[in-house]
């Protein structure tokens, strides 16, 4: 998995250095990089969706309505089966979600637009332990990943600060193995000229 989305991304960052101007992956929005990442990862499986809620989310006492997370990209040998969907007759023909492997997307940009970006440290700090935490207390995800993407001034930069998450994230308790990590050169076109990849295990609290 961790070579699947190295390999998407230098591809990508391939193409665009050989445009004129070179462009880099900065010049992609969240939305889509997140995508291109999602959709590289499920190029191989047997099903892959993306956004799918989280099987085993209960609405809060007192607000019934409450909607489920939704995760980045599932990935299993069939189609995983809904919460709303009746069982019998195409049951055989589905994955159950305790099957698939449940992957979300975590993005952080040290520099956006030849500026530093406000919300880098906290997609460190917030964004990616909450994502954590989600896979880890679901009773009906069995395996789950968080994916990687750093785009920073440097590969040293890019590699500390997953590794001071990563301490940050033990310390608090939650169940990571060790990162699968990648990185690569890009072109520096709005301050990155890194971009470093991981794959991190996910277990159940």
Not at 46 to 72: H, I, M, Q, T, V
Not at 101 to 116: D, G, K, P, S, T
Not at 154 to 181: K, Y
Request: aromatic share 6%; charged share 25%.
């Amino acid at each position: 998995m961790a070579d699947r989305l190295h390999a998407s991304l230098a591809h990508l960052i391939t193409r665009f250095g050989a445009e004129d101007p070179p462009a880099s992956l900065d010049d992609l929005s969240d939305g889509r990089l997140i995508m291109h990442a999602a959709e590289a990862l499920g190029r191989d499986a047997g099903w892959a969706g993306l956004d799918l809620p989280y099987p085993g989310f209960e609405a809060p006492s007192g607000n019934a309505r409450a909607k489920p997370p939704r995760c980045s990209v599932v990935l299993a040998p069939r189609e995983v089966a809904q919460a709303n969907d009746e069982p019998g007759l195409f049951s055989d023909t589905t994955s159950a979600p305790e099957e698939a492997c449940w992957v979300e997307l975590a993005l952080a940009r040290e520099w956006r637009q030849l500026e530093r970006c406000p919300r880098y440290a906290a997609q460190f700090t917030d964004r990616a332990m909450r994502m954590v935490a989600q896979l880890a207390t679901d009773e009906r995800i069995v395996h789950a990943r968080l994916g990687w993407i750093v785009l920073a001034s440097s590969d040293e930069r890019g590699r500390t600060d997953l590794a001071s998450w990563e301490r940050l994230a033990v310390a608090e308790g939650l169940p990571i193995g060790a990162p699968a990590i990648r990185s690569m050169p890009m072109p520096d076109v709005q301050g990155n000229a890194a971009c470093i990849t991981a794959i991190v295990p996910v277990q159940r609290f």
